[in-house]
């Protein structure tokens, strides 16, 4: 059976974003299993954790600030004929 073209892109939508309840729910259970063993409350785990991923997106994202911009210059060298591979 095809689907039309408009419930084919919605039911792609649908299944890209149906890993989120399944990730949100290993999170929910690695933070009660991490609390109960170490005693430290969810919510502090919780927001350890929130900082520690924000911290590392923001270094990710320098990161790939720099070697774009890296990439520009060795691109934009190449064109000009001053870098030869």
């Known amino acids: 059976m095809r689907l039309l073209p408009e419930f084919a892109h919605a039911l792609e939508a649908y299944r890209r974003a149906a890993w989120t309840a399944h990730g949100a729910a290993a999170v929910r259970g690695g933070l009660h299993w991490a609390s109960r ?28 600030v720099e070697v774009f911009v890296v990439l520009a210059a060795l691109l934009a060298a190449a064109r000009l004929g001053w870098v030869t591979w």
């Open 37 to 64: 063993h170490t005693g430290v409350p969810t919510v502090v785990l919780a927001a350890l954790g929130a900082v520690v991923s924000w911290r590392l997106l923001r270094r990710g994202l320098h990161f790939g």
